[in-house]
């Protein structure tokens, strides 16, 4: 098809699918296709622009906690929930020296869009669907700015009042650049457990002129001195990345320059339940103010730590009023309008895997995840976490084997990209782009499957 011909929703949808690469961007994933961007409406459009400012805040502050707990200057009980499971040697390497400062350079925050606003279930360090997103932004840019070209005025005037991707056609492109600085390679490292995702990184690295970024196997483990690398996998995942702990030891060295970190630490959904604490309240008010502490906590949703520790008698745990976890196994039905999951440095940290809708199960499932949770703290502590139920919202998709297009209800997730450029306290989290992952309204857990709508964001 001829990019101009792209007036009708039909003929964008049928462009936004022949436009895919060979290889596609994911390996065996497909998904439903809307002929335009996701419209977050320029309020929320406003403020997720200005929400990487408060991440990379949040990310500062948590570095610090982890910092002066390791130091004494902070409760010991902080480092030791964020170390636990982990291996000596991982521990050790996280507070190097040269590591101990380093944060996350690219920040992905899940968001769930709710009736009373959204909520941020998670953060990613080491997030997939970055090749997707910038292909998305790209495609659909190229297809939206054909269509203001054709010579229908009705058709015109439909393109220009469909808004552009956030980010425009390169945004999430120059922000993965920015990472790397003034490198002269680049290797993106992807392991086998993150396989899924090379086709989008390998379409990513094809987009940056020369040879500059090139996707290397698991095995790899030689770069050149003054060359970067982009950790594609996480550190669960370790023993089965040959060239890991070389690549740490050469980062260590500042040989090269290596992103994400190797700091468990960000790939621990228990810093949430840290920010909820009492016991740290003057902690992030000193460290985020009361601005960005506001933002963050009418955006998180409470978030506890399953520690099977015994409480005192007269002790109860906050806002649950329970005086020991396996009390959570009485709860009603209605009264388990929660998550469990895992909080990370593990198999089931990722893709939906080791996550528990309380409100979904019966009561012996519930019970199961719950003594689950409770029996394996000590080697993957576990969070539990307030669900807020996200809003309906109508999408369109096109039907190809019916040819037309299908009104859609359903639930949004939002992933907001924000890549960090500069250095210290110059760092800033600029939005590179949005991708919606909307799905039918009787999933209730949202994440990427076939029967789901991906779709850049505009404003």
């Known amino acids: 098809m001829n990019l101009t011909d792209t007036s009708s929703p039909a003929d964008r949808a049928r462009h936004l699918r022949d436009a895919l690469p060979p290889g596609g961007l994911f390996a ?72 101990k400062n380093e944060l996350p350079r690219v920040i992905r925050p899940d968001i769930l869009l709710t009736e009373g606003g959204f909520s941020i279930t998670e953060l990613d360090s080491v997030p997939g669907g970055i090749g997707l997103t910038a292909w998305l932004n790209q495609t659909y840019d190229s297809v939206l700015r054909a269509a203001c070209s054709v010579s229908s005025p009705d058709a015109q005037h439909a393109a220009r009042n469909t808004q552009h991707a956030i980010g425009g056609a390169d945004g999430m492109l120059k922000g993965f650049a920015s990472l790397f600085g003034d490198a002269q390679q680049v290797h993106i490292v992807v392991s086998e457990e993150s396989g899924s995702y090379r086709p989008e990184m390998e379409w990513l690295a094809g987009q940056v002129s020369g040879s500059r970024f090139q996707v290397q196997s698991s095995e790899f483990s030689h770069p050149a001195p003054g060359d970067a690398v982009y950790r594609f996998f996480e550190l669960f995942d370790v023993a089965n990345v040959p060239g890991a702990r070389r ?17 468990p630490v960000f790939e621990e959904k228990l810093i949430f339940a840290l920010l909820w604490n009492r016991n740290l309240r003057g902690f992030w008010r000193q ?13 998180v949703p409470y978030t506890w730590v399953v520690d099977p520790t015994p409480l005192p008698p007269h002790a109860a745990i906050p806002e649950l009023n329970l005086t020991d976890w396996r009390q959570l196994m009485a709860l009603s039905q209605r009264e388990r309008e929660l998550i469990l999951k895992v909080s990370g440095y593990s198999e089931e940290a ?12 019966s009561t012996a499932e519930w019970s199961v995840a719950v003594e689950k949770a ?12 307030r669900y807020h139920k996200p809003r309906l919202v109508e999408s369109h998709w096109f039907d190809f084997e019916r040819n037309q297009l299908v009104l859609m209800l359903g639930r949004v997730r939002l992933c907001p990209y924000y890549f960090v450029g500069g250095e ?7 939005l590179g782009g949005v991708l919606a992952t909307i799905c039918p309204a009787d999933k209730k857990i949202i994440h990427g499957m076939k029967d789901a709508i991906l779709a850049p964001c505009a404003a």
């Not at 480092?79 to 636990?84: G, K, N, P, S, Y």
């Open 350 to 361: 990722w893709g939906a895997r080791g996550v528990y809708y309380g409100s979904d199960l």
């Open 374 to 385: 409770l029996r394996e703290f000590e080697r993957t502590p576990y969070v539990l976490q």
């Open 28 to 99: 065996d994933q497909h998904w439903r296709i809307s002929p335009a961007p996701f419209a977050l409406g320029p309020e929320l459009a406003k403020e997720l622009d200005s929400l990487g400012r408060v991440l990379l805040q949040f990310y500062r502050a948590v570095n610090l906690l982890y910092r002066r707990s390791v130091e004494g200057r902070q409760p010991e009980w902080i480092a030791r929930w964020l170390d636990q499971g982990k291996p000596a040697w991982l521990v050790e390497l996280q507070r190097h020296p040269a590591l």
């Open 287 to 299: 460290e985020l103010g009361e601005g960005f502490l506001h933002r963050l906590q009418k955006a």
């Open 424 to 430: 210290g306290d110059a760092a800033r989290a600029n």
């Open 247 to 263: 690549l740490f030891e050469l980062a260590m060295e500042q040989q090269i320059r290596l992103t994400p970190p190797p700091r």
